[in-house]
């Protein structure tokens, strides 16, 4: 596929897939994004296609019979991949959304108080290597449904190691970026990359290894946009 197709098969999805049914808040937020640009925030929130697949695992994770209704991310921006997983949520379901900048946090949280969403969702501010054991500690074993990895790619297997005790079986993991990062492939020339893009290409081609040799996950990979890990707790 050409790089044309591809983008324009991902616009195709984006309208077929993401758009209907979209909230509002999240629209707004994905189709004028000058609000959160004034605010201080980077345009690198997934899509809409990929924001309906979050919802449609968030479903299927949270509504079986042994769920816990918990979801945790890592990596909230403005929280637009959060809206998708919060509304996913059955009644007395929880989003824990952890966030590094205390600015994207006070956004996303204005996003989700606008959503109508705030009562069930908790961002935890600060490095998520720092917070994570003590949330992990605090929710115990078997505790969580999902995980969204969203945040710094050299640490996602810190994010896994720490997390995974947390998740119970039959819990999905999914991690964004795991085929592109936007400024090259997984499969490209290394030398084709500029250094940011070649550091990130070792660590998502690291962590897709090692989530597929991972005895305890079923693990695959959904291409859309830039490629979504996916990975079931045995
Ligand atoms: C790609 S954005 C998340 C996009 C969001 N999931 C969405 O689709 O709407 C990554 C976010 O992770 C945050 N982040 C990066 N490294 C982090 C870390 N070590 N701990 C916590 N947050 C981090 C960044 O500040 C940024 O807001």
Redesign the pocket.
Known sequence: MTTDQWERTGEYLCEVFGAPGEEAVARTLREQPAAAAKAG??A???SADVGRLLSLLARLATQSPDSTGRIV??????????IWMARALPGKGRLIT????PK?AEFAMSQFRAAGLADRVEIVV????E?LPGLVKKLGPSSVDMI?L???KG?YPEYARILKPALRRGGVLTA??MLSSGSGWVTQAPETLDDHAKRWQANADRFNRMMASDADFETGCIVNRQGVLVAVRR
């Not at 600060?126 to 290597?129: C, H, N, R, Y």
Request: without cysteine; charged residues 30%; aromatic residues 6%.
């Open positions: 925030l980077p690198i929130a997934i991310e890592v990596g909230t921006l403005g929280g637009y991949s959060g952890m966030e590094r900048e994207h600060g490095s998520a290597l917070r969204f969203d945040a710094d640490e964004d970026n």
